[in-house]
């Protein structure tokens, strides 16, 4: 399976994208396993941009981990597709693809597998507060 | 290259420890951080809670003069690919919400933090800038300000803060200032 063999090569590689802790590795295998599978883009976008509410990335708030990576290229095409207010209500989700696509190293895997910039409208409405 | 930081001053110079941290975390320059425990490193200047030497003969103090220097010197790791322009309202901001004790005031100030991370991961493009530092100081030097984030109605804020509190030269930077802290406290319990 795919995500046996990204799995291993991370670990052997690159083992800071596989999580720091026990809780951070099973997010990490979690969402890369879903990013690898069939599940219904719709449903990962809104149960993601739930998740992605109070951290930074997928998986923890300091750095990139696979999942990242691998939910990333998952969910370019549907990404690509969201209208500015689609992107305002998925805002989480919006907010990680655009810092994830401008990092410089997945700049250029992302130019070897074809995937394009994606522009995002940043400018949301501000929050209505009491 | 050296910064002195007074350790009893209002507010604390928290965001001239993370610029210092950075640069040194950077391998570009070594920054010795040193801590004084006092009000104010001058007496006769309100502003002087900091004071910087980045150039080997001549000091500068309090936070404003602090932040100009560390851009002045060290342009590209502070602003990564960004315009001074896009960090200097930010700077501002930091600067207003440091010392403040308005209530109404800081929450205005919370929420635009707030908003504009509504997208963003960082406060100016896709790297961390002094924009980052200068507010995470500010949080850090009010109480009032860091309780209202850390009460959840600021979330976006308060996932940024979570992220910054997790980057090593922060980390870094706040360790070094509670052992300061710690060690001036242990000496006067010792006196005479």
């Given at each position: 399976a795919p995500v046996n063999a990204l799995f291993k090569a991370a670990s052997e590689?690159?083992?800071?994208?596989?999580?720091?802790?026990d809780f951070e590795k099973a997010q990490v295998f979690e969402w890369t396993t879903k990013a690898f599978s069939s599940a219904n883009s719709q449903e990962i976008l809104e149960s993601l941009n739930e998740s992605l509410m109070n951290t930074t990335f997928i998986a923890q708030d300091a750095g990139i981990t696979l999942a990242d990576l691998a939910m990333y290229v998952h969910l370019h095409p549907v990404v690509s597709e969201l209208s500015a207010k689609e992107g305002y209500k998925l805002n989480n989700v919006a907010r990680w693809f655009d810092f994830i696509q401008h990092q410089e190293a997945v700049m250029e895997t992302a130019k070897g597998l074809g995937l394009e910039l994606v522009a995002l409208d940043l400018n949301a409405p501000k929050i209505q507060r009491p | 290259m050296s910064l002195t930081v007074?350790?009893?001053?209002?507010?604390?110079a928290y965001s001239a420890i993370a610029f210092s941290e950075f640069v040194n975390a950077s391998g570009l320059a070594h920054i010795a951080t040193k801590f004084e425990d006092?009000?104010?490193?001058?007496?006769?200047?309100?502003?002087?809670?900091v004071a910087v030497d980045l150039d080997g003969n001549k000091k500068e103090y309090g936070s404003e003069k602090v932040v100009a220097a560390f851009l002045e010197k060290f342009p590209d790791l502070f602003l990564g690919k960004n315009e001074a322009s896009s960090v200097q309202p930010w700077i501002e901001l930091a600067a207003a919400l440091a010392?403040?004790?308005n209530f109404m005031e800081v929450s205005n100030m919370l929420a635009q933090l707030d908003d504009h991370l509504i997208m963003r991961?960082?406060?100016?493009?896709?790297s961390l800038t002094i924009a980052d530092m200068a507010v995470w100081g500010a949080l850090k030097a009010n109480n009032m300000a860091a309780g209202a984030v850390r009460t959840g109605q600021y979330h976006n804020l308060a996932r940024w803060y979570r992220f910054m509190d997790t980057q090593k030269p922060f980390a870094t930077a706040l360790e070094n200032f509670t052992k300061a802290v710690n060690a001036s406290k242990k000496q006067k319990s010792s006196g005479p």
């Open positions: 590689k690159k083992p800071e994208l596989l999580g720091s802790n | 007074a350790l009893k001053a209002k507010p604390i006092v009000n104010l490193l001058d007496n006769a200047d309100k502003e002087s809670n010392p403040s004790h991961t960082l406060f100016v493009g896709y």
